[in-house]
């Protein structure tokens, strides 16, 4: 069975400094994509970045990157230059690859990120 | 611009009474989904439909039920509410492939007294 892990339920990060919120997985599929998500107080999931197991190159978008290690089965969300802004849950969540598993996701439970000046 | 609609952000209702979350997409997309948020707990699926008029459990459909009867809508049914069943309730939807994002909704968030 597919399972995504969460081990920091909180962290903390003062403003400008970047941080890393770890995601581990397990699955037995070959194929599979991992995500990021990021709720806010307002409740939205807003999404962030994507890595597919295929892809060679870690995943980029802007201030966030995607330490993805295939052996160590880790996807960490990488945040450089925090902001106040950023300060909410970060959640970690994985699809499969098996019929309409490839459409399902699974989520960690989540990381509550604070940011301070 | 990609949008996912939720028919309340907050509801309150009363035990055993039969309460409907309706969520609408305008994105064409073939997949929703229901999730619940729980603190500590994540995002479980609820139920997900893959077409109209089709849907599959997910892990957690104890207590509920779903209606999708035109593509753009699909509806989450507690048939007779209880008290355990006071959670956020997001929608989402995607397109088929796995490819993309999942699209979510505000949420609801469901009090039950």
């Known amino acids: 069975a597919q399972k995504i892990t969460q081990t920091q339920p909180g962290m903390f990060v003062q403003e400008k400094e970047a941080v890393t919120l770890d995601c581990t997985y397990d699955?037995?599929?070959?194929?599979?994509?991992l995500f990021w998500y990021k709720q806010p107080s307002s409740g939205e999931m807003i999404f962030l970045i994507y890595?597919?197991?295929?892809?060679?190159q870690n995943a980029t978008e802007g201030r966030y990157s995607l330490n993805f290690q295939k052996a160590r089965k880790s996807a960490n969300l990488v945040i450089s230059a925090s902001q106040l802004g950023d300060s909410a849950m970060y959640f970690c969540?994985?699809?499969?690859?098996?019929?309409?598993?490839?459409?399902?996701?699974?989520f960690g439970t989540g990381t509550r990120l604070q940011v301070f000046p | 611009d990609v949008k996912v609609t939720q028919s309340s952000r907050y509801l309150v209702k009363r035990t055993g009474e039969k309460v409907f979350l309706e969520c609408v997409q305008d994105?064409?997309?073939?997949?929703m989904f229901w999730y619940r948020q729980d603190p500590g707990l994540g995002l479980r699926l609820i139920y997900f439909s893959y077409d109209v008029k089709m849907k599959e459990k997910g892990d957690i459909p104890e207590g509920y039920s779903v209606s999708r009867e035109k593509k753009e809508r699909f509806s989450l049914i507690l048939e007779s509410a209880s008290t355990n069943q006071t959670s956020m309730y997001l929608c989402a939807s995607s397109p088929p492939g796995g490819a993309d994002t999942q699209y979510f909704g505000p949420g609801t968030r469901l009090t039950v007294l």
């Open positions: 994105m064409d997309h073939e997949n």
């Open positions: 890595q597919g197991s295929y892809d060679e």
């Open positions: 699955t037995s599929d070959q194929s599979y994509g």
């Open positions: 969540a994985m699809r499969g690859s098996e019929g309409y598993n490839t459409d399902k996701l699974i």
